[in-house]
């Protein structure tokens, strides 16, 4: 048991390393912030674990530090990963018997872990459920392990962290170009655009996240349900098709 351990360790650990860059670089961004914004170790380390999610872990420190009412920041945290409601559902198939990993790996799943985990198929011989555990875990020991490093930096090295937090929004439009680019429809990443342009017009900066987030869900929403509809009714005629014909066979 111990053997086949190490091999699905082995086998998850090499496609972590592009995550691992990315993390390590953004967490040390995130845990200089918490630093110098008065949250030490102990704070960093507790987000890192208990939250463990980039965006809204910056986000969090403009929450933690303003003493936000909580119900805003539930909100908030709400709407800002809203998204993981959207890839989270195509991997109901994957983890539906991952058994103990299931709960940790359902956590887990963050942007860049399940680009990962989303088309791996594991070889024969080694446990999927192992490996998909692995490749979440080390993951997130990457993004704490960036974290710890960067209070460790923000409590020896005294710089102007001013446009710090704009590692993430860097991160975010790379995410976007290659989603872009991997993807033929384009019109949920115009949506998402878009739909942010009119809400910050319309709400202004402080107050356009939430509504802009509402109506991106709205509207794709709506386009799903119309495009289910519409493969139903294309499906429909072709079924009453075979039908007629498997009946006229079985009179024959």
């Known amino acids: 048991m111990k053997i086949q351990q190490q091999s699905e360790f082995h086998y998850a650990f090499p496609r972590t390393i592009p995550v691992m860059v990315g993390y390590l670089v953004l967490g040390m961004a995130y845990g200089i912030l918490m630093k110098v914004n008065g949250y030490g170790f102990w704070w960093a ?7 463990y999610a980039g965006s809204l872990q910056y986000v969090g420190i403009t929450l933690l530090a303003a003493g936000v009412h909580p119900l805003y920041a539930f909100c908030m945290g709400l709407m800002i990963n809203a998204r993981h409601l959207f890839y989270g559902i195509s991997m109901l198939k994957r983890y539906q018997d991952m058994g103990k990993w299931k ?22 011989g080694l446990a999927k459920e192992k490996v998909f555990f692995w490749i979440s875990f080390l993951d997130q020991i990457y993004w704490l392990s960036g974290t710890l490093i960067g209070v460790l930096l923000g409590s020896l090295i005294t710089f102007n962290t001013a446009g710090m937090d704009f590692a993430l929004t860097a991160l975010f439009v790379v995410i976007f170009m290659d989603q872009w680019e991997g993807q033929k429809k384009h019109w949920p990443a115009l949506t998402g655009v878009l739909g942010t342009a009119v809400c910050l017009r319309v709400f202004g900066p402080d107050s356009f996240i939430i509504p802009a987030m509402v109506l991106i869900l709205a509207v794709i929403s709506v386009v799903y349900q119309r495009d289910r509809k519409l493969e139903e009714q294309a499906g429909m005629p072709k079924l009453q098709k075979d039908g007629r014909r498997e009946g006229a066979h079985h009179g024959a």
């Open 103 to 124: 709960a940790y790996l359902i956590f887990a799943l963050t942007d860049e872990t399940f680009s990962v985990v989303c088309n791996e198929e594991v070889p024969e």
């Open 45 to 51: 380390a507790a987000m890192s674990i208990f939250v």
